[in-house]
């Protein structure tokens, strides 16, 4: 689905793009699509001068889903010795959290074409756990236990 983005990029950029090719859910849920992420950016930076690549400009960038793969994978790596550093992390509309599907920005665009609050909701469930059985549930945010909603308030917050 981004082969054309992925070739203008590197045409434009005159970069190598590595697109990973990840297992998707239902069927592959978490941590399938990650391990994925991972291990290919594992795999190519271990090989960086097969390819000809500067160690010190490989960026990770992902959409949706993608930032938040591409996300997870520069936090684990983050703290690697023996790999090469990322030198940045592109993000386009990730999906960082999943804690409170209420915040002022789903509530302003909850109607916004493409990505509805609710199928928002129903696309990160299946990834997390390949079924929707509890969205209504994620919707009126009564997934998360008290004790877990105080201990991130001062990250997942309307202020």
Do not use: M
Not at 43 to 52: A, D, P, T, V
Not at 70 to 99: C, E, F, H, M, W
């Amino acid at each position: 689905s981004h082969e054309r983005i992925c070739q203008y990029i590197a045409k434009e950029s005159g970069s190598l793009v590595v697109s990973v090719g990840y297992r998707l859910a239902p069927e592959h849920k978490y941590p399938a699509a990650y391990e994925d992420c991972l291990n290919a950016t594992q795999h190519f930076l271990q090989h960086l001068e097969r390819y000809g690549v500067d160690p010190a400009r490989v960026i990770v960038c992902g959409d949706s889903a993608g930032g938040n793969l591409a996300a997870a994978v520069s936090q684990t790596l983050a703290g690697r010795s023996d790999l090469p550093k990322l030198r940045a992390q592109i993000l386009i509309y990730p999906g960082l959290q999943a804690l409170d599907f209420n915040l002022p920005s789903y509530q302003q665009n909850r109607g916004v074409p493409l990505l509805f609050r609710e199928r928002a909701v129903f696309y990160a469930l299946q990834y997390v756990q390949g079924d929707t059985s509890n969205l209504e549930e994620v919707l009126e945010g009564s997934h998360i236990p008290p004790d877990l909603r105080l201990k991130y308030r001062k990250w997942v917050s309307p202020d």
